[in-house]
């Protein structure tokens, strides 16, 4: 048949997106770019956020018409929503014809081939503690970069977390098995690796840890670059630190979820680090790799968060000086501890005033670091040609800023960029033209 999917949410599901394709593909389906000529409509949902529901209900609603129209045509939601609000889907949309949660992809030709006979009910969220999907080879949209999941679920249970009901208990995968992924990327052509996981720190294997897994990965041949996404900032290990300021292919860039400033706030999201502690962690950081750039995502408005917590929010975000961030609204999520907890007592209002300051102290921050890095050179492993100007082309730093320049290049290609001008996100540059020529002097030199 052919299917149609479009995904919602984070990498992870981008990745687990890649997964389905070569499920269905294997099983003798076809992937259309085109919801008008589709015969089966998957959803891959986010639960993370009420806003990502209300889009989902939304394209069900219009999926129904579509349906009535179309004899035959399936439509299935799956991931994190699925799993969450699987009650709610059935009641709300009922011709919704297969629900599947995040580890039942293996069973997903099964599912559309019952939902065709009507044979059975085409449910199904039953969550393992084994599944990691190790055996199967993603089918990736080609370009330079490469998502790897290295380990699936969480056990942390941060209270206003819905992940760990949507995505069950914290597995890893074998890290030979990731090892082998990577040189199957690298003969495919991909460039750079980024490593996925929902708190990457607590990836183990056997005698193995993360830094030993990213140093692993960076050995493979045609790797030029190595990132992942995300540790928890309760125990990041040293190790790993180390590893980055000694290795140049793991990119000097962190992604750091502060959440919020007050302890008191930090303790109800059981998030298991003070404000000091996690001050502590970026000048040891910075200590190590002074060029490293620090990312995160705040949330604010949870419960009982006074406007004094929130100003200690903003505090942190001044005194680390975050080259970006992203800021949510807390919202409530069925079965956390927080919503069986603690009342969800702040008003919207306050909500959104707080969102904005907070994004406007954070768009005052970038705006610094960005002029900051005018006349600085780095390397930019090129990307893709630019949407806003097909002529230029958008590469990122090892630290993860995008950079728009022109020149004669192709992706995968790392050229050197003289950062010239900036925009609210980007950076803008000329390539350094002598680079290349200056290394082909080099090498041949160095071959004499
Ligand atoms: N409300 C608002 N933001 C949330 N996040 C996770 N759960 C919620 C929630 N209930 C944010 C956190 C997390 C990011 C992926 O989404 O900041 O790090
Ligand atoms: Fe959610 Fe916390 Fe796990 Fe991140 S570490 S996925 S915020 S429970």
Redesign the pocket.
């Known amino acids: 048949m052919k299917v149609y999917l479009e995904t919602y949410g984070?990498q992870m599901n981008e990745y687990d997106s890649e997964l389905v394709r070569s499920i269905l593909t294997s099983h003798k389906h076809e992937f259309t770019p085109s919801l008008d000529h589709a015969e089966v409509v998957l959803l891959n949902t986010c639960a993370?956020?009420e806003h990502a529901h209300e889009k989902i209900f939304y394209l069900l609603d219009h999926l129904k018409g579509r349906k009535r129209r179309q004899k035959g045509l399936v439509v299935g939601v799956l991931g994190c929503m699925a799993q969450s609000l699987r009650k709610e889907i059935i009641e709300r949309a009922p011709h919704v014809d297969i629900v599947a949660g995040p580890d039942s992809y293996k069973r997903l030709p099964m599912l559309i081939e019952a939902t065709r006979h009507h044979t059975e009910q085409a449910f199904d969220f039953s969550l393992s503690e084994f599944e990691t999907y190790s055996d199967i080879a993603p089918q990736r949209v080609p370009g330079v970069n490469a998502w790897i999941a290295i380990m699936r679920g969480c056990d942390n249970f941060c209270t206003?977390?819905?992940v760990p009901y949507t995505r069950g208990r914290e597995r890893s995968r074998e890290l030979a098995n990731i090892v082998l992924e990577a040189e199957r990327v690298a003969s495919e052509g991909f460039r750079q690796i980024t490593l996925l996981g929902q708190n990457v720190n607590s990836y183990r294997n056997d005698e193995y840890d993360f830094a030993d897994l990213m140093q692993a990965v960076s050995e493979v041949s045609g790797i030029a670059r190595v990132r992942f996404t995300s540790p928890h900032p309760k125990d990041f290990p040293r190790k790993l630190l180390h590893a980055m300021a000694a290795n140049p292919k793991l990119c000097k860039h962190i992604h750091l979820?502060l959440?919020a400033g007050s302890d008191g706030v930090l303790e109800r999201m059981k998030r298991t680090y003070t404000r000091k502690e996690f001050l502590a962690l970026v000048a040891e950081i910075r200590a190590l790799m002074p060029e490293v750039s620090l990312t995160t995502?705040?949330?604010c408005g949870f419960c009982g968060e006074t406007d004094a917590d929130f100003e200690q929010t903003l505090e942190v975000v001044r005194e680390v000086g975050f080259d970006s961030a992203?800021t949510?609204?807390?919202?409530?999520?069925k079965n956390?501890m927080a919503s069986r907890q603690f009342p969800d007592d702040v008003p919207e209002e306050v909500k959104q005033e707080r969102l904005l300051r907070l994004a406007e102290l954070q768009k005052e921050i970038t705006h610094e670091r960005n002029v900051a890095e005018l006349g600085k050179v780095y390397e930019v492993l090129v990307e893709t040609p630019s949407k806003k100007d097909g002529n230029q082309w958008l590469g990122r730093t090892d630290h993860f800023k995008p950079v728009v320049f022109s020149g004669n290049v192709q992706a995968g290609d790392l050229v050197k960029v003289r950062i010239e001008a900036h925009g609210a996100n980007t950076l803008m540059g000329a390539m350094v033209r002598d680079y290349r020529r200056t290394l082909r002097v080099y090498q041949e030199a160095c071959c004499v």
């Open positions: 984070c993370i956020r206003f977390c819905v979820p959440q995502d705040l949330i992203f949510f609204k807390y919202s409530e999520r956390t």
